[in-house]
């Protein structure tokens, strides 16, 4: 408890962006947010007013600064599970709680517990050695999906294999780096979708308008609200899904269900169990954003309306440009703002670098057309300093 507000003091684990736009949202809600960053140049870092600093892999970093907080929760989900186990053992608050937030660190167990729920997903195997992914590939046929059971995102982790002698150079490789693998079918997807709900420790449920998430070289680039063209059945089910997934695996906080959208419906792709790249455009978008509900949720407050703001919003990734443009982000921002007053820009004070994720920008507006095309523009302008569609300044 904070003895100046008389408020719960919230602990996050991770310097990250996430927790810069949760800092963001704790404001708002009179919370005093304790960041726990590798780095004092971290993106919360720079911005949260109670900084920690210390490693998510350092138990007792990560006792004393639970110590300190009523609840502790993540930016990321790479804090090892025997710490979490500790901390719990300890009487510290997590949430999500180690065995919740284990089925998004370990991509084995997650399809594993998904199967045994009955839940659609793509056939898979566990490969510990390459006649594992050979008899894969021969019955489910080439190519198929190689990824590390731990440690993988934004399509690191993630290898597509297309025939047998594919397999043989990589997986020897990859197992005697100590990577623990499987394998999964490559599913005839239409598109990727996102379903994030929340859930609270008394049980409460709230799920957001179904999105479509559009991916380049496995990073998510731009997100439409809602996913244009689903018919309501499907997003039912999909949020119906995302709302089990979550009470059964007891998770507390912000959870995203990445899809795909087949003919035959939707099949569960990933886990996240913290606030996710695909929820960055309730920000803008909807009446209470992916951040304020984890803090809802883990603090255990009545969860707040995720109704859209407008008919429609996008939201577009900013990543980092091959080459750093000579223009400044002051004068980006300055000529994008020109353009395009309507942007709403979050950027994370993160240095540049090519294919860094720097920020975000949302639109906001009746129809995902246009909100799309100036999304994309501004997106690039902020990276590159360019105009994809020609425009000068004068």
């Not at 991770?14 to 963001?24: C, E, I, N, P």
């Not at 907080?69 to 608050?93: C, I, N, Q, S, Y």
Request: with cysteine; glycine share 10%.
């Amino acid at each position: 408890m904070d003895e100046r507000t008389r408020l719960p003091v919230v602990g996050m684990v991770g310097g990250g962006q996430l927790a810069r736009m949760t800092h963001q949202a704790a404001i708002a809600l009179g919370q005093s947010l304790r960041v726990l960053a590798a780095d004092e140049n971290d993106s919360a870092g720079l911005v949260a007013g109670q900084v920690v600093h210390g490693s998510h892999t350092d138990l007792e970093a990560l006792r004393g600064f639970a110590s300190g907080v009523d609840v502790v929760t993540f930016d990321h989900e790479h804090v090892p599970g025997e710490h979490l186990r500790a901390l719990v053992a300890d009487g510290h608050t997590v949430r999500p709680g180690p065995d919740a937030l284990l089925h998004a660190q370990d991509k084995l167990v997650m399809r594993r517990r998904l199967e045994a729920m009955g839940l659609p997903i793509p056939a898979y195997a566990e490969v510990t050695a390459v006649d594992d992914l050979l008899k894969f590939g021969a019955e489910h046929s080439w190519p198929v999906v190689l990824k590390a059971a731990r440690g993988g995102y934004d399509g690191r982790g993630v290898w597509m294999v297309g025939d047998e002698e594919q397999a043989r150079q990589l997986v020897p490789e990859l197992l005697a780096a100590g990577t623990p693998l499987l394998v999964e079918q490559k599913v005839p997807m239409r598109r990727e979708l996102s379903a994030l709900v929340a859930r609270s420790p008394f049980g409460q449920g709230a799920a957001w308008p179904l999105v479509e998430t559009v991916q380049e070289n496995g990073i998510n680039t731009e997100v439409l609200a809602p996913a244009p063209g689903l018919l309501a059945d499907v997003v039912r089910q999909a949020q119906d899904l995302a709302l089990r997934v979550a009470r059964e695996l007891d998770v507390v906080g912000v959870l995203a269900v990445e899809l795909f959208e087949t003919d035959d419906g939707v099949v569960v792709n990933e886990l996240a169990m913290r606030p996710h790249n695909s929820g960055h455009w309730t920000m803008d978008g909807s009446r209470t954003s992916q951040f304020e509900q984890h803090l809802r949720a883990v603090l255990d407050y009545p969860l707040g309306v995720t109704d859209l703001l407008a008919p429609a919003c996008v939201m577009a990734n900013v990543l980092g440009a091959p080459e750093q443009p000579a223009m400044g982000p002051d004068e980006r921002l300055h000529h994008l703002f020109a353009r395009f007053p309507d942007a709403k820009v979050h950027l994370y004070g993160k240095g540049e670098r090519p294919g860094r994720k720097l920020g975000h920008v949302n639109f906001v507006g009746p129809g995902l057309d246009e909100l799309r095309r100036k999304a994309r523009l501004s997106a690039h302008w902020l990276s590159h300093a360019v105009w994809a569609d020609g425009w000068q300044i004068h």
